[in-house]
């Protein structure tokens, strides 16, 4: 097996161009599929025996409560990453995921306030689901608080990732809290173990949202990472190479 | 860790090391014994709140009892964690604790729990008089102590890791309370299950189960990512 990729990554440079090169037909791409699957869910799926049109929200509030949750992975992911082999993009991953994974949490939590009050009657229940992810929205802000305090150094990199490695092992209590404490919320409309109990009529929108948001999150991240990479690398001559005839380009 | 290479480095016992933090420890915990009543003050003030401010009739106090206590011990403890090595860092006691060739770890974890015995056992100590003012009833007197007995070393040690975390900036204060107390939240809903349990006459094994491998998952991995942030604070400073 050939670990060039692998190694490649860790170089800023190449992952600048990479990234540059692709993160605008990603974002093009995610935005036609979640152009598709939001009509296709609110107008043309159909309506639910119990919960009529209301549940139609699920085509928000899945694709972002799923991200929110694999989003904070990925920063693991990353984070132990950086800590075994010292890569520089690993933090600047953590960077620019930790504020959309911010934001998708707090999506989530408004999409499921919003489902709630026509479904459960109430815009927030003290349920362990809610009550999670809740939680979540806190780790996340606490890695970026984390980030604000410390300068740009090697200490940030390290201390970012072994708050979000210790932030990790709440995870699984999101995940199975639904199976433990068993309460209001349903359980989750996609594993990739059983068929969805849904009619494809359903399901088939909601997927197309899912992945359109994950090419959404890429395009995004791609580009946090670039503005990162820029900011940290400002000093090296390829970076002042660049911006001094992307300058001249655009004059 | 770096145990077995620290054990070729020299081989030095551990113990006469792990004797010395500790006779250092509780010499400048007494020496500043305001330090130490602190968090007890602190810990009764926020309970005194609760009638205060919400209601003070016996079949409220009692019903939120465990809840109080156990969310009073928690902001006390996070209080006092969180200047947890910055004297040491100050006077220079963690650059020899790196140099000293002895495990990180097990000079984290002693470090901690000397400092959970003097701050976090007298407030689990004094909780049975609180308990007893907020009409806690009596006979779950001994469950909400082992809740504690079992739950504050837990906070201690993750509280360890935002004392880490922070030890090198200057707005610890609050960042630590911010980045731990929702890792805490396990802790609490197990501790206070297993007292609710009680009360209600149901059998509480399984939260004091769940209890107990949260305290020793903690004892176990918490001082790796202590000892992990210290290390590289030191080597940063």
Known sequence: ?251 | MTDHRANQVNDKPLLPVLTTIFKHELMTAFQNRQQLVNPLIFFVLVLLLFPLGVDPSPQFLSAAAPGLIWVAVLLSSMLSLGTLFKDDLQDGSLEQWLVCGQPLYFLVLFKTIVHWLYTGLPIVLFSPLLALMLHFPMDNYSVLVLSLLLGSPVIALLGGIGAALTVSLRSGGILVSLLILPLTIPVLIFGTGMVLASIDGVPFMGQLALLASLFFLALTLCPLASAAALKMSVLNS
């Open chain 1, 1 to 251: 097996m050939k670990w060039t990729f692998f190694h490649k990554l860790g170089s800023p440079r190449w992952f600048y161009d990479i990234a540059g090169r692709h993160y605008a037909w990603l974002m093009m791409l995610s935005v036609v599929l979640l152009c598709i699957g939001t009509i296709w869910g609110l107008v043309f799926a159909p309506e639910d025996y119990q919960q009529g049109n209301s549940f139609r929200i699920i085509y928000l509030h899945v694709p972002t409560a799923i991200l929110a949750q694999s989003c904070y992975m990925m920063m693991a992911t990353a984070a132990l990453t950086g800590l075994v082999w010292k890569m520089k993009i690993a933090d600047m991953f953590i960077a620019a995921a930790a504020p959309l994974g911010a934001a998708f949490t707090f999506l989530a939590l408004f999409t499921g306030a919003v489902w709630g009050k026509p479904t459960w009657g109430t815009w927030w229940v003290w349920d362990a689901r809610l009550t999670a992810m809740l939680v979540l929205l806190f780790l996340y802000l606490g890695v970026m608080a984390l980030r604000s305090a410390i300068e740009y150094s090697d200490m940030r990199e390290k201390s970012t990732a072994i708050l979000v490695l210790v932030g990790v092992i709440n995870i699984p209590i999101i995940k199975y809290s639904v199976e433990w404490w068993n309460t209001l919320h349903q359980p989750a409309t996609f594993t990739l173990t059983e068929k969805p109990a849904m009619p494809p009529e359903m399901w088939v929108p909601l997927l197309v949202m899912v992945i359109g948001s994950y090419l959404f999150f890429t395009s995004l991240v791609f580009q946090g990472v670039r503005n990162e990479i820029l900011q940290r690398e400002a000093r090296k001559s390829w970076v002042k190479k660049l911006l001094a005839t992307e300058g001249s380009t655009s004059d």
